[in-house]
């Protein structure tokens, strides 16, 4: 069983240092994938932040002209 | 036939107002030189290959020729020219064409006055495919004028014009200078244009046609709103 | 109505997105660069949504110099900021997977450099907003200037056929690619996924945009009396 699991290893004459080097390789390119992703959706985040602050601003606008217009009705 | 006319006096009139001060053309001159020094302590001239002297030759004639792309609209400002001129009975393009040749014959002999200077500072035998390299000058000063012309008129009546003009120009004229740096570079290491290098100069008319043709299409909306 | 139909939309692209990262993540890693190679499936869509971005940006500045309907300037810039942020995202999950195949953060290639440049431009268009006042000028000269850049726009794609470079060449749909076709369906259904999040983005900017206009005529109205 054990040789039977060892045969694709001997076949490609890789040396278990190989299957480590690859192992870490592996780990390495899904460390980067996560960060990409990761990076993509923290900027389209971002972009959705400033719309935000940019909503925020605008009702502030809105209050304000409200109240400019209450007070000259009173006037 | 009336519109060349037009053109002409309009390059003509620019022309003479520049040259009685010369003050934009004196000024991008002593520009060029003042960078081509600074820049030579950046680069040691010996140990530079050529290539590279060919791409620093094209970023002096980019921020010296602002200088004068700068003054082109901003000079008619004063006095409400520039509302004088778009109210003559002038097409928005004739009035470009006129102004962006004039821009052009003043750049260029900034530049033809800067590259034996630039030989001698570098050490650079630019002389060796003389009338190719002067295609390739003429070709990209035009493409450097066209952008600069156009947005110098978009730029000339907002905030931060000195600061908006360039950076709106130099992205825009990536391509042009790239191709002119590429192309400037084999011909000082005297190599002709072949056909490792021909793509360049396709891309060089190409960026000039284009926005020729755009610039004339559009600045009607930019003269008239 | 429209608050209904975003809201729809935005637990369509939801799903959507959910979906296909599921189906991503069952995708084994391609043979030579592993499970990096994944990110194609948000690199590219990514660059996709920004092109369409861009011509939506072209096509609308268009319509505004031709009708001078500020609709459509607001529309312009709702498309042009939604770009921009998509084609940073393309921009730096780029330069992650460049960093692990290449061994660089970033080359200056001819594609990967007319991308940064489409990016500095369209926000120079926004900065060139933010500089004038006038609202028809800042319309005006903002459409003129999204015409200018979009002519940048076919230097990006054509670079890759026109120059050697590193970036690799196109995949999809050409007779030359190898990409298979399932996975080319998957790509294809992220970016009806990210078309989607960009369509709803562009809405909700499109909306702020009006309601900032609509402020603005009211307070003029209201200093008018």
Known sequence: ?75 | MEFARLVFVIMAKDLRAELRTKEAVNASFAFAVVILVLLSFVVESNDVPLPVLGGLLWLVFAFAGTLVLNRSFAREVPNDCLDALIAAPISGAALFLGKALANFLLVLVVELVALPVFGIFYNVRWTQQFWQLMLVVVLGTWGVTVIGTVFSALTVNIRLREVMLPMLTYPMLLPALLGAMELTGSLVTGAPIGPETVTWLKLLIGFDVLFTAASVTLVEFILVG | MREKLLYGAGLAAFLLLARNILVIADLPGEAAQGAIFKIIFFHVPAAWTAMVAATAALTLSILFLKTKDFRYDAAAVAVTEVGLAFLAANLVTGSIWGRVIWGIWWTWDVRLTSALVCWLLYAGYLMLRHAIEEPTQRATFAAVFSIFAFIDVPIVIFSIRWFRTQHPGPVFLSSTGSFPHDWTMVLLWNWVALMLLASILGAIRLGQEETQREIDYVRRMAHAL
Do not use: C
């Not at chain 1, 004459?13 to 390119?29: G, I, K, T, Y």
């Open chain 1, 1 to 75: 069983m054990h040789l039977i699991a060892h045969l694709p290893l001997l076949w490609a004459q890789a040396s278990p240092e190989d299957v480590v080097l690859e192992m870490a390789r592996l780990q390495r390119n899904f460390q980067f994938l996560s960060y990409g992703f990761a990076a993509a959706w923290t900027i389209l985040t971002l972009f959705v932040l400033m719309m935000v602050g940019r909503e925020r601003k605008l009702k502030r606008q809105i209050t304000s002209l409200k109240a400019m217009l209450e007070e000259r009705q009173k006037k």
